[in-house]
């Protein structure tokens, strides 16, 4: 009989199918990642169908990397934030850069009675009520102001959020996205023409994202009262500037001026 070394047996043995339960389970690096929990859209179509599960994860923390944090968080977060506060929800803020201008939440339909602010400076006590707020899941939605904060620190939030049932926005600056971070989700903002914002998704579970989306976002409620001209004021450079003529105060328009050109007499 003639042995076969087993190191000289080529053949590739047939793989045998997966279960259609443990299939379904896999996750590929080329796909978008659904994470197993609760999904709040973001009220952007464009923004939505960019997000692993088509909207904002509870659950787990989201960074966002803002140029000028303090005015785009709010008209980032607005549309999701509105029917969040309509079911009842109560929503959070820790060390806001800036006192959040409760007239234009309230415009865009954010209950002032479900809002509460929590001023600290210090980056410790920052980081120990945002801690603390995730553990004890005290409120639907937490966003909070970390621009000091470290990747270990960024670690233990995470593991604090995977208890927590509300969404979790950590804002920060734009030039940390640089760094490396323990979040899933990492979103960046900045403005651009006329009302737009400039978004880009800089980190998700699931390929890369290397465009950026714009978003009109209206804040306060300012839509409602704009002209059509002024959804645009860009383009109000380009268009002609006509005289205006503004009677005396006798009620007449002046005469036009005579010319002075010594020619002419």
Known sequence: MDL???????????????????????WRADQLRSPPTTIHPSGWAALDAELPGGGWPGMVITELLLSQPGILEWRLLAPALRPIVAAGGEIAVVAPERQPAMAGLVQDGIDPDLFWRYAVKEPARRLWVTEQMLKGNGCDVLIAWLPQVRQEQLRRLQTSAQGFEGLCFLIRPAHTMKDSSPAPLRVSAALATDWDLRVRVAKRRGPVHDQDLLLPAFSGGVERV????????????????????????????????????????
């Open 4 to 26: 076969q070394h087993p190191a000289q047996n080529t053949a590739t043995p047939m793989a045998e199918p997966l279960p259609s339960h443990v299939e379904a389970s896999l």
């Open 226 to 265: 704009l002209t059509p001209a002024l959804r645009y004021p860009s383009q109000l450079d380009d268009r002609p500037i006509l005289p205006i003529e503004v009677p005396n105060a006798l009620g007449s328009t002046p005469a036009p001026a005579r010319s002075r050109n010594p020619a002419s007499h």
